[in-house]
C-alpha cells in the first residue's frame, strides 16, 4: 500500500504534517461555507421526493439518502454529477477491508487505480482553467511555499469524496428506522420538530454510522489485564465507547430526551471529524423535510433488514417505506 495515494491523507497522517493539511482542508468546512449550503441541500431533498411523491413508497437508501450525500459533496469538490454511479461504487468499495472486496487486494487497488486516474484528470484540468470548487482552491493553495504534489491533492480528493458518502448515508438511514422502530418517536417528532436535530444526535450514539477507528500505539500501555505493544495496530470500538454504561444510563435504550449526549461517533482528538457540521445538517434538512411532507412512516416489509457487509459501519443495504402526504 506504500504507493497509495492515501498515505498523504488527513487521517493517515501525524502532526506537523496533518496540522498543515487539516488547515488548508479546513477553509471548505467553515461555519458561513456551510451554512451556505442549507438552501443548496433543501432544494436536492425536495427535488429527489418530488419523484417519489405519488408513488407513496421509497426505498430511503437508494433515493434519498445515498443521492444528497453524493450531490453535496460533489458540488463542493466540483466534481460533474452524472459520475455519480462510480463515486457511489468507489465509496462502497473504500469503506470495507482489502479482504472483504470482490477480487480481494488485487480487487481493491483495481478501484483505487481508477479512482486515482478520474481525479488525476479532473486535477490537470483545473489546473489548467481554475474555477470556483474544492479541487481549484487545492491546486492553487500552497504549504510551507510549495504547491501541494498530485498525490497530496488526490488524496485530499478521495479521502473527501469517501469519508462524506456512506457514513452520511447511513446517519440518514439509521436515523429514519430507528424513528420507525419507535412509533412514539415518530410522532413526537411530527409534533415538536425543533426536537429532530436532539433526535438525530441520539441517532448517532446509538447506531453510530461508524463502528470503530484505527491507531498505532505510540508507547507500550496495560488496559484491563492485556498489554498494548508499542507499533500495535488498535482498533478502538465507537460503537462499544457509545454504549458505555459506566457513561450511559441505560445504553441499549433509544432515548431522544438523554442530557448526556458524550458520544464518540465523530472520533476524538485532532482528527476529529472536520465533516460532522456538514452531516448534521445534511441530515437535520432530510428528516425535517422528510417529516413536513409525509407522514406515518412504515416499513414495507417485515422481516429483517438486508445489511451492507462492513465490519466499519452500521450500514442499511436497503430501507423499502410506505409513507402517507401531509
Ligand atoms: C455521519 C457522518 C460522519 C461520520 C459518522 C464521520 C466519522 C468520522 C470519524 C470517526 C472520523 C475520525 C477518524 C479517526 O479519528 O481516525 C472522521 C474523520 C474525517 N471525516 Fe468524517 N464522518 C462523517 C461525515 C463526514 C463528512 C460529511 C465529511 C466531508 C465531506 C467527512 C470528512 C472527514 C475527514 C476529511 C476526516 C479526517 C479528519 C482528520 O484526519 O483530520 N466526514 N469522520
Redesign the pocket.
Known amino acids: 500500500m506504500e504507493e497509495s495515494p492515501l498515505t498523504e491523507a488527513?487521517?493517515a497522517n501525524d502532526p506537523p504534517y496533518?496540522t498543515k493539511l487539516?488547515s488548508l482542508?479546513s477553509k471548505a468546512f467553515t461555519p458561513k461555507a456551510i451554512e451556505d449550503m442549507k438552501p443548496w441541500i433543501e432544494e436536492i431533498t425536495n427535488e429527489l421526493l418530488d419523484q417519489v411523491t405519488d408513488q407513496g413508497e421509497m426505498d430511503i437508501v437508494r433515493d434519498l439518502a445515498t443521492p444528497v450525500?453524493i450531490q453535496v459533496?460533489a458540488k463542493?469538490l466540483g466534481v460533474p454529477y452524472k459520475d455519480r454511479e462510480k463515486f457511489k461504487y468507489w465509496s462502497t468499495v473504500f469503506v470495507k477491508q482489502p479482504s472483504e472486496v470482490e477480487g480481494g487486494i488485487e480487487g481493491y487497488l483495481l478501484v483505487q487505480q481508477e479512482m486515482s486516474q478520474y481525479f488525476i484528470e479532473m486535477i490537470a484540468t483545473r489546473q489548467e482553467n481554475p474555477t470556483n470548487d474544492l479541487i481549484s482552491h487545492l491546486v492553487q493553495a500552497e504549504i510551507d511555499g510549495g504547491k501541494l504534489s498530485t498525490k497530496e491533492l488526490l488524496a485530499f480528493c478521495i479521502?473527501?469524496l469517501i469519508?462524506?458518502n456512506e457514513?452520511?448515508t447511513?446517519?440518514i438511514s439509521n436515523s429514519l428506522f430507528t424513528f420507525m422502530e419507535n412509533p412514539k418517536v415518530q410522532e413526537h417528532l411530527y409534533q415538536h420538530p425543533k426536537d429532530i436535530a436532539k433526535a438525530i444526535e441520539e441517532v448517532?450514539r446509538y447506531r453510530?454510522?461508524?463502528l470503530y477507528?484505527?491507531?498505532i500505539a505510540t508507547k507500550d500501555i496495560q488496559l484491563r489485564g492485556q498489554l498494548i505493544k508499542k507499533g500495535d495496530l488498535v482498533n478502538t470500538w465507537?460503537g462499544s465507547a457509545n454504549r458505555d454504561e459506566s457513561v450511559f444510563e441505560n445504553p441499549d435504550q433509544f432515548d431522544i430526551h438523554r442530557t448526556n449526549l458524550r458520544h464518540t461517533?465523530?472520533?476524538?482528538?485532532?482528527?476529529?471529524?472536520?465533516?460532522?457540521p456538514?452531516?448534521r445538517l445534511?441530515?437535520n434538512i432530510v428528516l425535517r423535510i422528510l417529516f413536513e411532507r409525509f407522514k406515518e412512516f412504515q416499513l414495507k416489509f417485515d422481516g429483517p433488514l438486508t445489511m451492507n457487509q462492513t465490519a466499519l459501519m452500521f450500514s442499511i443495504k436497503e430501507l423499502p417505506v410506505i409513507f402517507q402526504k401531509r
Do not use: K, W
Open positions: 488527513l487521517d496533518h487539516r482542508a450525500p459533496i463542493m479521502t473527501l469519508a462524506g457514513t452520511t447511513n446517519l448517532l453510530s454510522p461508524i477507528t484505527t491507531r465507537i461517533t465523530f472520533g476524538h482528538g485532532v482528527h476529529f471529524c472536520i465533516g460532522a456538514l452531516a445534511e441530515a
